[in-house]
């Protein structure tokens, strides 16, 4: 954002302790009064600076959200789609090993929960139970 977290919540750029200790241009032009007015009119621009912040840190943000809403494909599902599941690792046979199958089905969608949610039947007609969740969903193709 082009400001140090110091500066956004002290003011001033901060003074490391070598240039306490070692005599450097910015400790030997040090002038009292000059310091109190500089310290004032630094803090009248704080507020300011913590703006410009956050304006570029929206910005940024902007920017990274269209980057991501652009590779995002949207899905759905409506009741009466055929849809596969993922199968996880509990419901995995272990003699299979890494070869077991990743998607189980397909089922029917019953009902559109909304939010992603679904609530999916066996194809005979047997409900599932639970709800699932659309990231763990996938069209089914015939």
Same mark, same amino acid.
């Given at each position: 954002?082009?400001?140090?977290?110091?500066?956004?919540?002290?003011?001033?750029?901060?003074?490391?302790?070598?240039?306490?200790?070692?005599?450097?241009?910015?400790?030997?032009?040090?002038?009292?009064?000059?310091?109190?007015?500089?310290?004032?009119?630094? $803090?009248?621009?704080?507020?300011?600076?913590?703006?410009?912040?956050?304006?570029?840190? #929206?910005?940024?943000?902007?920017?990274?959200? #269209?980057?991501?809403?652009? #590779?995002?494909?949207?899905?759905?599902?409506?009741?009466?789609?055929?849809?596969?599941?993922?199968?996880?690792?509990?419901?995995?046979?272990?003699?299979?090993?890494?070869?077991?199958?990743?998607?189980?089905?397909?089922? #029917?969608?019953?009902?559109?929960?909304?939010?992603?949610?679904?609530? $999916?039947?066996?194809?005979?007609?047997?409900?599932?139970?639970?709800?699932?969740?659309?990231?763990?969903?996938?069209?089914?193709?015939?």
């Amino acid at each position: 954002m082009g400001e140090t977290p110091f500066k956004l919540v002290y003011g001033s750029e901060a003074l490391i302790h070598v240039e306490v200790g070692v005599p450097t241009l910015r400790t030997e032009l040090y002038n009292d009064q000059h310091n109190i007015n500089a310290r004032n009119a630094e $803090l009248d621009l704080t507020e300011e600076d913590r703006e410009i912040a956050t304006v570029k840190q #929206r910005a940024k943000k902007e920017i990274a959200e #269209r980057k991501h809403n652009a #590779r995002v494909v949207p899905r759905t599902f409506t009741e009466g789609d055929l849809v596969l599941r993922r199968t996880d690792e509990a419901r995995r046979p272990p003699s299979h090993g890494k070869l077991a199958a990743n998607w189980e089905g397909p089922f #029917r969608v019953v009902k559109v929960l909304g939010m992603g949610a679904y609530q $999916l039947q066996a194809l005979q007609g047997n409900p599932i139970p639970g709800n699932w969740n659309i990231s763990s969903l996938k069209m089914y193709r015939s």
